[in-house]
């Protein structure tokens, strides 16, 4: 018979790492998924943009809309629609709506986003901001 060394804290550690993901994807910005299937995506930045890349294989780029409100939320929404297959045997792929919920950091310029749509991959590059310098203003001592 072997011994096994029980360690009661390994569960408190665990629970600690995931708090540790959730708290760091709260801060880095929450995505959220509904729909029948959720595409890929990723978010890139260089020094002047934020680059997302979401994976659409399938889905016409009529069938997508882009929008953002004033709380820096983008919506990335759209249906994959099946094509009329009448002797189709089986089936694997994923069809329906999609929507996708990414929260964009202040610094992005929401009016100066681009799209494209090239062979199945929809790449939006978001402007940042140019920040404003601080102004100081001279104080005149009586």
Aim: net charge negative; no cysteine.
């Amino acid at each position: 018979m072997g011994y096994y060394r029980m360690n009661p804290a390994r569960g408190i550690e665990e629970f600690v790492k995931q708090f540790q993901g959730i708290a760091d994807s709260i801060e880095k910005g929450i995505t959220v998924e509904t729909g029948n299937f959720s595409p890929r995506l990723d978010v890139t930045e260089n020094d002047a943009n934020f680059i997302v890349h979401i994976e659409l294989p399938g889905v016409a780029k009529s069938d997508v809309k882009v929008s953002v409100n004033d709380e820096y939320l983008m919506t990335i929404e759209g249906e994959k629609k099946r094509s009329d297959e009448s002797n189709l045997l089986r089936s694997e792929r994923v069809f329906g709506a999609f929507k996708r919920n990414l929260q964009l950091p202040e610094t992005a310029d929401v009016e100066k986003i681009k799209a494209t749509y090239n062979q199945g991959v929809l790449e939006l590059t978001i402007e940042k901001k140019i920040p404003e310098t601080p102004k100081q203003y001279e104080v005149i001592i009586n």
